[in-house]
Every structure is written in structure tokens, then in C-alpha cells.
């Protein structure tokens, strides 16, 4: 077997694992992350200097961006040419990039998202400011490794003369690690990194005081103090950005809203569909047209509005639902010292700091160098001059060029150097004015070593000329601030009346669970009455109520929860339609059904809420809650206001218990409990103190054993009369005036009487439902097996409490009533 086949084992894990380790650790240093020191990606800094390098700078003419794309994968990124001339593109885009770095002509995209043209139809150079991040790279100021094919050498850093990182941002998303560092005031960052210089202790809510904030090319509203200095300590923090936008008057009473700067990445033309898709799908009423009048000039978004419209309301609704205001989340990684790292603002100017600190030493190092060498040959020159006829004769001697350096070297002890100098020597050179400049050439010459040594001997002289030329650069390329900085986030309110039409519809919950919202006019083209509405076979209309689109109601389940809907969210149908099933509208549990729904207005929410922390009045709307177990429960309706639209406890309920009734209550009147074996107590519902939303409640009635709570009234003076109906359909009314009020929490008093007996006939085995009627009403009876019935209370007699009723109803053998209630108004 030869060494090629000598196959060895190996894990698959621990294969897969240092491919993908060596993999994380290319992109991670080698794609996505940006290097602390110059801000820039590889493909980035490859394409700067391929440009550079082959003298694409902005003193040339433009040069075809298909040319610098060849050069940059040919010599130095062997990848795709369109992530080469996708990172170009970039460079090349004003609202990307702070500064641009690359100065195209041609076609380059746009603000909606337009492909730029094919690299062979763009051209592109340098910008003049790409040119302070190249400054001084032939100085041997940053290192140079081998390209991947080891016939060029690259950059494995720029000089970098301003801190491209904060200034012109990044962003990208390698194995592991991502980064999103936004663009900053170019003379803020350098007015920060001179006072770091200045003072290396400085803190960071020092530095906030010079930087504001992140400044978008874009422009826009940047809100969140708090976000902007977690990021600046930590490199992790979140601001909101927010449209520059203006409501104008126009003719005719009609205004306009009109936005000139838009959030940084938007993508202006999705922005402008965004807010015609609402103003077509009518969820927000009120707009006339949206047009895009962009141009020369600059951004121009209009969103015209129709007349007496709320336009405070509707720019507030589009800030919230599109991208008018944006989260812009930081996350400041770079690469350190090789390794990825997450960083504050200061952090990443210290870093910065000491790339200088390196690259004007290391330029100043070459200058020194280069100036020695200089005034070396000077003074050998000078000195030769001085004895000029002795050299002349001196090399007329020699035989060579060669033997005339050697004599040269020998005879008068010029260095090598001097010597080949001399003899390269032009004759115009001989000159008194030339022998004048050469002395005054040297002179300079010893400035310039004197200089350079102290600037290499001293710290505090070497910051000075960083300092400078930082400076310098802040003058000649600086620009006003674009985006403008807001420490508070404004909290957006969106007004209900801006999305939603005022409408007073109807609104319709079945036994079965099938709910609608109706208009008026659909109702009364159908005829006007209940009974032709849609519903299924054997179900019937439970609840019918008139409401407004504006406002919710609170349905309340035997479990317990309660659910905040608002009206206009409840699926429209025909009045003739069934509607669709309450799981469809709400998350409602298999094993839980509705039990109460009462509707509510937003001013009872919003009137309680701003008297929140002061003591309960007597009349503040509650909700009253009565177990089958005999529990009654008193809570301020304010406590159920939510934004929620899940299941929110709304009363404790024991296990084997639950919620048959729930009403609201202006005030606390008295109420009537009826149980099954027909027992009843009447008290006032004061003598139950109010208490929070998920209490249990207190005892109502002490109930005998297998008795529970069928009705629960609520009930005003003596007027009127209370209606009970036993399983087998009979029913009797008693004068609510024979229920006399007594404390919470006894026995009671007998409300119906069962018939017992082999050759009586009987009239029920426990009682379904309690009213309390002051006037005739329909009540709708249902059975075990489905069948309705419908009788009016006037037919039932009036009795004692202890009457034995008469038969209201029949049922078939075998089947017995199950519930019954009122019959829903018409409206």
C-alpha cells in the first residue's frame, strides 16, 4: 500500500470541528469583521489599495470599476466579483457612508433599493479622503504579508489618519460574531480622540459631551440617551430613529404630511408602498394619496391628507406600523489584536490611538532614516566641492569607475556612499549658486534629523503631530451634524378614532360560540328582528348588543379569565351569516366557554386609570363575580384594563368551581343568589369589599352538600318579581318583595318547593336559572339534547316562595332543560 493510500481513523466530530474551526476563524478575521484600527473589511482595505496601487486616485481621470474589480481578485481577494463590486458599491453610496470612499460616476444604485450598473459600465477613483487612510503606506508605516498566491504583497492594515470605524460605521454577520457600529460626526470623533490624548482618564459621559450621539448620513431624529451611552460603555445599546417629517397647510383646509429625512438602511421606495398598502387597505382612514416627490433637491415624501382629519393622529399611527421610526440596536465588534472583541467608544479610540502612536513612529523612523542618508551625501558633496581640483586629477588617474571610487575612498576617506555620489556628479553642479544650495541643503537636512529624533524621543511631541494632523483633517473634510439627537424616547400614542371609523354596529355571541359584528344597515335591510338572525341549527343568539366600533368588551370564562376585545376587531358579517367561532377572534380553551359579556367604554378605563392611587369612590364602576360554589367577588372595572390579548386571570377560582355569572354594578345595590335545591339569600353587595383582580372572593351563601349557585340577581328595592324554572320547565314568580335582606354568608331562605311522591306528578329535581322581571320578557329554555323552547314570564304564576310553579314547557321523556336565559333585545 502506498503513503497515499494509508488511510488513518478519525471522528467524524473532531474532522467537522477543526474544519469549521478553521473556517469560524477565517471569516471571522478575514471577511466580516472589521479591524479596530482602520475600520475597514479585507475586501474593503483590498480594494482601496488595489486602487492606490495601480494610481486610481482622485487627481486621475475615473477608471472602469470592471479594471479595479480584475486587479483586487486577480492580485489580492480570490473571491466572486460581485462581493468585490458589492463592497465598492458601497463605498461608493452617500446614504451607506458618512464619506465616501470611493468617488463613482455612472449609475450606483439609489435610495429604493435600484441595482447599481454592471462594473462595466461604472467608472470609479478614489475619494479625496480615501486618500488620508493610504497616507504614508510607502513609509513602511504598517506591515505587508504575502497575498494568497505569494507573487504581491497586501496590507494587513491601513494607516489610517482618522478613525474610519466610528465615522464611517459598519456592519456584518460572521460564524459566531456580528457587528453594527453606526456612523458618526467626523469632527466629533476627532475632537473625542484628541481629548482622550488630551486626557487618558477621561470618562465616558466626558466623551458624550464632544460625541452626541451617532450621526447618519440620512439624517433623522435619533432618540434614547440611555441607549446611546449603554452602547458607548458597553458596545451593546438601542436608540429609535425617527423620520424628519412636517405637517403643511394647503388650499382648501386639507393638510399634508411631508417627510425629507427617513431612517439610515430604509429603503425609501418599500417605505413609500408601506404607507400606500394602509392607506388602500384602509386600515388607517384619512389618506388622500401618497406620492414620492424625490428629486435634485433631495428627499421628499408626501402623504396628502383628506379634509378635518386628525393629521397629528395619522402620523403618529404611520411612526408606529411602518418604518418612518425605526430600532437601531449597537453592537460595536472589531478586531483586536487578532481576536474579535467587543468594544465602547473609548475602547475603540484607544485602540485607534495606538495604531497611530505606531504609524508616525514608524513613518518618522523612515523620514530619519531617509534625512541621514540625504545629509550624509550632502556632506560629502560639500566637502568634495572644497577640494575639487584634487578629485578631478584623482579620478582622470583612475582606470575605472570602480578604481575611481576606491581612490576616492582612499585618499580623501569619503564612505562608499559619498564616493558614488561624487561621481555621479553633474557638471552644472560646480556652480557657485548650486555649492550655495547645497550647503543650505544640508543645513536643512540636520533641522529635519533634529526634529525627527525628538519627535522619537519624546511621547508627548509624537502626540502633538497626531494631534495636528488629526486636526487638520477635521478642518479640510469636517461637516455639520446631519442627524439630530433627542435624549428621551417620545412615547408614540395612536389614537383608536385615527384606524378605526366610528360605527355603532351590532354585535352577536350564540350559545355555541359564534360571534359577529353587523352594521345597523345590514340588520334593518334583514328585517330588523332576532330571530332572522344567521345562526346554526339548534344554536340560538346568547348575547345581542349595540355598541360602537371604538369601544371593547370584557368576556369573562366559567375558568375564571377574562378577554379584552375590542368591537372593531370582531370579524364583520351579514346579519344573516353565522360568524365565526370565538376560538377563531380569541385563544379560548377547548375545555372553557364564555359567561358573561359586558361591554365597556374606553373613558371608563381611561377616567379610573387617571385617578389611579387614590381611595375607590362608592359609585366607580365594579364587576361582580359569583361562583357555583357560592363565592362573590367585587373588583373595580378599572383593574381590567389591558393591551393584552391573551387569557388574563379575572378571578380565582377553586378546583371543582367555577364563574356562572358576572355582571357590572354603578354601585352596590343588593343581590339575590339562587341555588339548585332552591334555597336563596339576598344582601347588599357593599357587605362584599371590593378586592384585587385575582382574589377568590368571599363567602355568598353556605350551601348544603351537592347544592350550588344556578342564578345570581342583582337587584334594586322591592319592584318587581323573581322568576325560578326547574329542570322539568316549571317555573313560578315570587314579589322580590318577600325576599327580605339578610347577612352574606348564611343558609337562606326556601325559593321553591320540589314534589315528592309516587302519585304526585313531579315538578323538577333542581332549578337552572333565577330572574328578576319587572316586566314581561321572552325567556329562551334549552335541553340536554338540544331542543329550544320559548316562553313568556308573564305566563308563570304568581306564587309564595315556597310554590311548587307550573309548567312552562314540556320536555320530551328521557330529556330534561339544561339552562335558560333571556331572550337578547333587537338592538
Request: glycine letters at 8%; one cysteine or more.
Amino acid at each position: 500500500m502506498s503513503i497515499l493510500e494509508n488511510f488513518l481513523p478519525a471522528f467524524l466530530e473532531e474532522v467537522v470541528g477543526d474544519r469549521f474551526g478553521r473556517y469560524s476563524k477565517y471569516i471571522i478575521q478575514d471577511r466580516a469583521i472589521p479591524d479596530v484600527r482602520d475600520g475597514l473589511k479585507p475586501v474593503q482595505r483590498r480594494i482601496l489599495y488595489a486602487m492606490y496601487d495601480s494610481g486610481n486616485t482622485p487627481d486621475k481621470p475615473y477608471r472602469k470599476s470592471a479594471k479595479t474589480v480584475g486587479d483586487v481578485m486577480g492580485n489580492y481577494h480570490p473571491h466572486g466579483d460581485s462581493s468585490i463590486y458589492e463592497g465598492m458599491v458601497r463605498m461608493a453610496q452617500h446614504w451607506k457612508m458618512a464619506h465616501m470612499l470611493v468617488d463613482g460616476h455612472g449609475n450606483w444604485g439609489s435610495m429604493d433599493d435600484d441595482p447599481p450598473a454592471a462594473m462595466r459600465y461604472t467608472e470609479a477613483r478614489l475619494s479625496n479622503i480615501a486618500m488620508e487612510l493610504l497616507r504614508d503606506i510607502e513609509k513602511r508605516t504598517v506591515l505587508f504579508k504575502d497575498n494568497f498566491d505569494n507573487t504581491a504583497k497586501e496590507p494587513v492594515v491601513l494607516p489610517a489618519r482618522y478613525p474610519n470605524l466610528l465615522v464611517n460605521g459598519v456592519s456584518g454577520i460572521s460564524a459566531g460574531f456580528a457587528t453594527e457600529i453606526p456612523t458618526h460626526n467626523l469632527r466629533e470623533i476627532i475632537d473625542a480622540c484628541v481629548a482622550v490624548m488630551n486626557k487618558p482618564d477621561i470618562t465616558v459621559p466626558e466623551l458624550m459631551e464632544i460625541v452626541k450621539g451617532p450621526d447618519f448620513p440620512t439624517g433623522g431624529l435619533i432618540m434614547g440617551g440611555d441607549g446611546i451611552r449603554e452602547a458607548y460603555e458597553t458596545g451593546k445599546g438601542k436608540i429609535y430613529i425617527r423620520s424628519k417629517t412636517a405637517i403643511e397647510e394647503m388650499r382648501g383646509g386639507k393638510q399634508q404630511i411631508v417627510i425629507t429625512e427617513i431612517p439610515y438602511q430604509i429603503v425609501k421606495s418599500k417605505l413609500v408602498n408601506a404607507i400606500d398598502n394602509l392607506r388602500m387597505e384602509k386600515k388607517v382612514e384619512g389618506i388622500a394619496e401618497v406620492r414620492d416627490e424625490s428629486g435634485r433637491n433631495g428627499l421628499r415624501i408626501v402623504v396628502e391628507l383628506k379634509k378635518d382629519v386628525d393629521a397629528e393622529g395619522i402620523l403618529a399611527y404611520l411612526l408606529k406600523k411602518t418604518d418612518l421610526q425605526t430600532a437601531y440596536n449597537f453592537n460595536m465588534v472589531a478586531i483586536v489584536k487578532k481576536a474579535p472583541r467587543q468594544l465602547g467608544i473609548k475602547q475603540i479610540l484607544e485602540a485607534y490611538i495606538d495604531h497611530q502612536k505606531e504609524v508616525v513612529t514608524l513613518r518618522t523612523q523612515y523620514d530619519l532614516e531617509k534625512a541621514e542618508d540625504r545629509a550624509h551625501v550632502l556632506e560629502g558633496l560639500v566637502k568634495a566641492l572644497n577640494l575639487l581640483d584634487r578629485i578631478i586629477e584623482t579620478i582622470k588617474a583612475s582606470k575605472n569607475r570602480m578604481d575611481a571610487q576606491n581612490n576616492l575612498i582612499a585618499q580623501f576617506g569619503f564612505s562608499e556612499r559619498q564616493a558614488d555620489a561624487i561621481l555621479t556628479l553633474q557638471l552644472y553642479r560646480l556652480t557657485n549658486l548650486e555649492i550655495t544650495q547645497l550647503e543650505k541643503e544640508h543645513a536643512e537636512a540636520l533641522k529635519k534629523i533634529a526634529l525627527y529624533r525628538s519627535i522619537l524621543e519624546s511621547p508627548r511631541k509624537l502626540m502633538n503631530v497626531i494631534k495636528d494632523e488629526l486636526t487638520e483633517i477635521r478642518e479640510k473634510y469636517g461637516i455639520d451634524r446631519r442627524s439630530v439627537i433627542q435624549g428621551e424616547v417620545e412615547e408614540i400614542k395612536v389614537n383608536l378614532e385615527v384606524t378605526v371609523p366610528a360605527e355603532e354596529v351590532l354585535v352577536t355571541l350564540s350559545r355555541e360560540g359564534y360571534i359577529k359584528r353587523t352594521s345597523l344597515l345590514s340588520f334593518t335591510r334583514s328585517g330588523g328582528e332576532l330571530d332572522s338572525a344567521g345562526v346554526k341549527e339548534g344554536d340560538v343568539i346568547r348575547w345581542s348588543l349595540g355598541l360602537n366600533t371604538l369601544d371593547p368588551i370584557l368576556l369573562f370564562t366559567q375558568k375564571g379569565y377574562y378577554y379584552l376585545l375590542p368591537v372593531h376587531q370582531i370579524p364583520e358579517f351579514k346579519w344573516k351569516d353565522t360568524g365565526t367561532a370565538i376560538v377563531n377572534v380569541l385563544p379560548l380553551a377547548k375545555d372553557d366557554r364564555i359567561v358573561g359579556v359586558i361591554p365597556a367604554k374606553n373613558a371608563d378605563f381611561v377616567a379610573a386609570q387617571a385617578a389611579e392611587g387614590q381611595a375607590a369612590a362608592t359609585n366607580d364602576p365594579t364587576l361582580v363575580f359569583i361562583t357555583k360554589r357560592g363565592q362573590v367577588k367585587r373588583t373595580l372595572l378599572v383593574d381590567y384594563a389591558t393591551s393584552r390579548s391573551m387569557a388574563i386571570a379575572a378571578c380565582k377560582v377553586a378546583d371543582g368551581d367555577e364563574v356562572v355569572n358576572v355582571f357590572r354594578a354603578d354601585q352596590p345595590d343588593d343581590l339575590l343568589l339562587v341555588t339548585e335545591q332552591g334555597m336563596s339569600i339576598r344582601f347588599n353587595q357593599s357587605e362584599a369589599s371590593l378586592q384585587g383582580r385575582v382574589a377568590g372572593g368571599v363567602r355568598g351563601i353556605t350551601l348544603k352538600d351537592g347544592d350550588s349557585v344556578v342564578g345570581a340577581i342583582p337587584v334594586v328595592g322591592d319592584e318587581g318579581e323573581v322568576l325560578v324554572l326547574s329542570d322539568y320547565g316549571y317555573a313560578k314568580r315570587t314579589l322580590l318583595l318577600d325576599y327580605p335582606q339578610q347577612g352574606r354568608g348564611g343558609k337562606g331562605i326556601q325559593t321553591f318547593e320540589f314534589k315528592e311522591g309516587k302519585r304526585v306528578r313531579p315538578n323538577g329535581t333542581k332549578l337552572i336559572a333565577a330572574f328578576h322581571v319587572k316586566e314581561a320578557a321572552s325567556l329562551l329554555a334549552l335541553t340536554v339534547n338540544g331542543s329550544v323552547a320559548e316562553f313568556n314570564s308573564e305566563n308563570a304564576p304568581i306564587d309564595d316562595r315556597k310554590g311548587q310553579g307550573k309548567l312552562m314547557t314540556a320536555v320530551d321523556r328521557g330529556d330534561v332543560l339544561s339552562e335558560a336565559f333571556r331572550k337578547p333585545l333587537s338592538t
